[in-house]
């Protein structure tokens, strides 16, 4: 570890809307408030206390401009140079602070452009710096309908260590792009461009199925909400992706916010 700069001032950045303050309450719960640096982007809204404690600044932005606009405005009154951002839907269920300051670190020393905290299978890359035994970031490849590796989205909304001036660069070039649209060809294309990396855990047994996504256990996130709505209690997402490493943390969400009730339902 010595090697590396602790950085204890990471700043962690949640991207939100009034729509989802529920979503926004439990992420908060569970992330932000455990977070030395922290800020939330979101429509102008009267945001509860019990959300708006944990945040050292609030971002507001006009809820009549796309998403891409958005996120641009929020970003462009962030001081750091580089941060962590999260959309608050993904909900932080474990994290290793050592290794993500370590990630942190590397992120800043190789001047990336963004690090993607979920895990990649993607092992016979090129481009690969191995963090230590456990651990690698890989460089990103944009390729469509792949025979052998399937489809890879550089760009995505995943929880990432982004580089301020990148993803402004991102966001004005596709600033009237909506958040469903963020994802389509031309935004890969022109991301393919950039210094953009993976973690990839070669241990399967620090890779964690979580639903949506997986995950080593560095940053073990779960994606609480499809379309609107919860993920089903059935240890499944809506697309059968199975997350039952996480699944008693789900449980006990359901439970402590009674779900249950919620007029968003499962699905």
């Known amino acids: 570890m010595s090697t590396y700069l602790k950085l204890d001032d990471l700043r962690y950045v949640t991207y939100s ?118 651990y690698q970031l890989v460089r990103q490849q944009y390729f469509k309908s792949h025979p052998r590796l399937g489809t890879n989205y550089v760009y995505n909304v995943n929880p990432s260590i982004w580089k301020k001036d990148c993803l402004l660069e991102v966001m004005k070039e596709f600033s009237d792009v909506d958040y469903r649209e963020m994802e389509k060809e031309d935004v890969q294309r022109f991301c393919s461009k950039k210094s953009f990396y993976q973690v990839h855990c070669p241990d399967e047994s620090k890779v964690k199925h979580a639903g949506h996504f997986l995950c080593s256990d560095v940053f073990l996130f779960l994606h609480i909400t499809h379309g609107g709505k919860f993920l089903p209690t059935d240890g499944t997402t809506h697309y059968g992706q199975s997350y039952h490493d996480v699944a008693d943390r789900y449980a006990g969400i359901v439970n402590r916010y009674n779900l249950l009730e919620s007029e968003r339902g499962f699905g």
């Open 17 to 134: 809307h009034s729509d989802y303050l529920d979503v926004l309450q439990i992420h908060a719960d569970h992330h932000v408030k455990r977070k030395e640096k922290t800020s939330l982007i979101i429509n102008r809204c009267e945001v509860p206390e019990t959300i708006s404690a944990y945040y050292d600044q609030i971002i507001y932005y006009d809820d009549a401009l796309p998403y891409a606009s958005r996120l641009y405005t929020g970003v462009s009154a962030i001081e750091d140079d580089f941060f962590l951002l999260m959309h608050d839907n993904d909900v932080l269920i474990s994290e290793k602070v050592e290794k993500m300051h370590m990630f942190a670190s590397i992120f800043k020393h190789r001047k990336m452009d963004r690090l993607d905290l979920k895990h990649t299978p993607l092992k016979n890359v090129n481009d690969v710096i191995n963090v230590n035994y456990e």
